[in-house]
């Protein structure tokens, strides 16, 4: 395969591109056909031998990766060939193949193509936890971005505003503060022409700010102390200046703030539940379209080297994305349930659904749905099933034989078919509002009394069981019965529990 290899280590001009053997896997591996990899700082800092992380020479950078999988490891079960996933690969992700564990590997959410989901977690998944869990920025309060038209400083600046900040954001030409505006950003400060702490106290009338989000170091970051508001935090995310402040430590005590690291690697790892969960509110917030990455170029894998430098000469805006490879991608269709109008209108032809607001769902607590249409189970639809799933048994797809053995003459729909229609229905009875995306979550407690034949007629109906909070919104458990035309025990019972943002 195709390798941009680092075997001495040294600046980009160093970086060769290679024919190299495709990774090996280890049991708990993926290994995923790379379509992009996301350019970040580390992979500059790795190639100079300047990251907390060393691979052995020779190495590809490239710490976040985009592709589909085409190999899995024998303990991998959550995962397989043909999936669409993002990875935090570490290094490696400048390659047409990477191998990954499976821990750091995720689904790409439906609705995200391969260049976007290449430079996402890294940059949102920081700013993120550096604004919620590291500052716990409240609404209404004033963030100071340096560096902010930089992969994570702009990542801070949209979150900011989506969690109600006013932000200001300060980078080194007006150039990269367009974007920021673009973002949101309520003020502007061009740090190669204005002085950074002169211009704070002009914009807070004298107040300071309450959190200042620094990955950039060097001269700024003391002026940015100096102009924290009363009880502020800083948060120290990186040193893109590659030089490491030295605070007076008399700063904080007057100012009674807060100095606070950020490790967005060894928190996703120490707290991986919470990771998640920071996961599922960037995921519901991409999905509404109230955050979006700003995708400056993209480069080819030949162009590597050139996007390192262009990061390192401070020429990126938001992102650079190498593509690897030459390919086209068809968009994935985003489904979400129906979302009723102001009167309550719902367009699809489903019967009388059930129209909610999220926000009053616990009080429907034990309501029953309506019973959904009749629905056709072609043998088309099983053979397609049996394609994606490499079920080819027979008496699921071979009609020839199930004339002279069945005794029908039918075959029959593989049992996970039938319950996976359980969403699709679930879609038909229920239309919510205030609901900007939905997960499925999981099933439980299944089961198939009775089976579905070729052609044969299927309906469900429901009863919303639990609610329960998670972060950003709630777990729906929801009890399914789907019952066949003419038939007296259902072919699927079991609950069906959905995540909606
Ligand atoms: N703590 C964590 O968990 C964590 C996670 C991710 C990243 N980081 C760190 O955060 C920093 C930024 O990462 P990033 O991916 O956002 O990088 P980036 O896209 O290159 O942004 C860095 C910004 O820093 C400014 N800068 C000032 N002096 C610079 C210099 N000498 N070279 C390059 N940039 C310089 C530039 O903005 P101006 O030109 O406007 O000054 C640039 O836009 C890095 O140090 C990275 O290691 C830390």
Redesign the pocket.
Known sequence: MKAVLCTAFGLPDSLRVAETPPPKIESTDVLIQVRACGV???DV?IIQNKYQIKPPLPFSPGGEVSGEIVAVGEKVKQLKIGDRVVALSGWGGFAEQVAVNVNRVFPIPPGMDFINASCTL??YG?SYHALKDRANLKAGETLLVL???????LAAVELGKVMGAKVIAA???QD?LTVCREKGADYLID?SKEDLKTRIKEITNEKGVDVVYD??G?ALSEAALRSMAWKGRYLT??????VIPQFPANLPLLKGCSIVG????SFAEREPQQSLQNFGALLAWITAGKIKQHIDKIYSLEEAPAALQD??D?K?KGKAVIKVGTWTEVPTEVLTPRVANANNETSARAPKPLVLNLKDIKKHIGQSLAVSDWFTVSQEMINDFAKATHDYQWIHVDTEKAKEQMPDGKTIAHGYLTMSLASKFFFELLALKGVTTSINYGLNKARFPAVVKSGSRIRMSGRIMNVEDMPGGVKLFLECKIEVEGEEKPAYVGELITALY
Request: net charge positive.
């Open positions: 970040n700082f580390p800092l890294y940059t920081t560096g902010a038209a930089g992969g994570v400083g980078a080194s030409s990269k740090y990955p950039v060097g995310v990186g040193f893109a200046s590659g950020v490790f967005w690697g990061l390192m401070r990126v």
